[in-house]
T-cell receptor, first 110, second 115 residues
Framework: AQRVTQPEKLLSVFKGAPVELKCNYSYSGSPELFWYVQYSRQRLQLLLRHISRESIKGFTADLNKGETSFHLKKPFAQEEDSAMYYCALSGHNYGQNFVFGPGTRLSVLP | DGGITQSPKYLFRKEGQNVTLSCEQNLNHDAMYWYRQDPGQGLRLIYYSQIVNDFQKGDIAEGYSVSREKKESFPLTVTSAQKNPTAFYLC??????????????FGSGTQLSVL
């Protein structure tokens, strides 16, 4: 079965500190991995996706197939990074492309 | 603020009542989805549709119904059979269902509460 886990419900860091939001997945195959973010009073939106190998707002995520992880990292957190972050996977099971994790609320303290 | 529009923002349901949540998109997307968001559980798929007049059940379809009469519209009805309807409901769309690399576009959500 496909599943996404995010072990931390809440993560608090100080401004300027490094941040890592953990994501692990289980999937029999080669899924695509995504991070979605929901800022206060805004819509849920795509932050980045593995296939693009991009850095958005200073965030990066590396897919580790051996550890089945897709952790989100940023070297220096900013207060505006405070939001709810969801890890998601997309597989080849027709019609159920996206499976979301439970989410981690990141709070960046001044 | 184009893209996907959900209405109403807040909705209250009485016992035994059916309520319908609206979702409209002007992105010309083929695929549309309904998710339910509960605290600590992430998003769970209720129904999805890849084309007009076609829709499929997701993980938690019981107690819900949908229709897709127009490409732009994908309303969700929460029926009286749904015993725990209080949740935040999100509508989303994408170009297709088939690609694993599709980006989802989300609406702003509807908070449904039971009176």
């Amino acid at each position: 079965a496909q599943r996404v886990t995010q072990p931390e419900k809440l993560l608090s860091v100080f401004k300027g500190a490094p941040v890592e939001l953990k994501c692990n997945y289980s999937y029999s195959g080669s899924p695509e991995l995504f991070w979605y973010v929901q800022y206060s009073r805004q819509r849920l939106q795509l932050l980045l996706r593995h296939i693009s190998r991009e850095s958005i707002k200073g965030f990066t995520a590396d897919l580790n197939k051996g550890e089945t992880s897709f952790h989100l990292k940023k070297p220096f957190a900013q207060e505006e990074d405070s939001a709810m972050y969801y890890c998601a996977l997309s597989g080849h099971n027709y019609g159920q492309n996206f499976v979301f994790g439970p989410g981690t609320r990141l709070s960046v303290l001044p | 603020d184009g893209g996907i529009t959900q209405s109403p923002k807040y909705l209250f349901r009485k016992e035994g009542q059916n309520v319908t949540l609206s979702c409209e998109q002007n992105l010309n997307h083929d695929a549309m989805y309904w998710y339910r968001q509960d605290p600590g559980q992430g998003l769970r798929l209720i129904y999805y549709s890849q084309i007009v007049n076609d829709f499929q059940k997701g993980d938690i379809a019981e107690g819900y119904s949908v229709s897709r009469e127009k490409k732009e519209s994908f309303p969700l009805t929460v029926t009286s059979a749904q015993k725990n309807p209080t949740a935040f409901y999100l509508c989303a769309s994408s170009w297709t269902v088939d690609s694993t690399n599709e980006k989802l576009f989300f609406g702003s959500g509807t908070q449904l509460s039971v009176l």
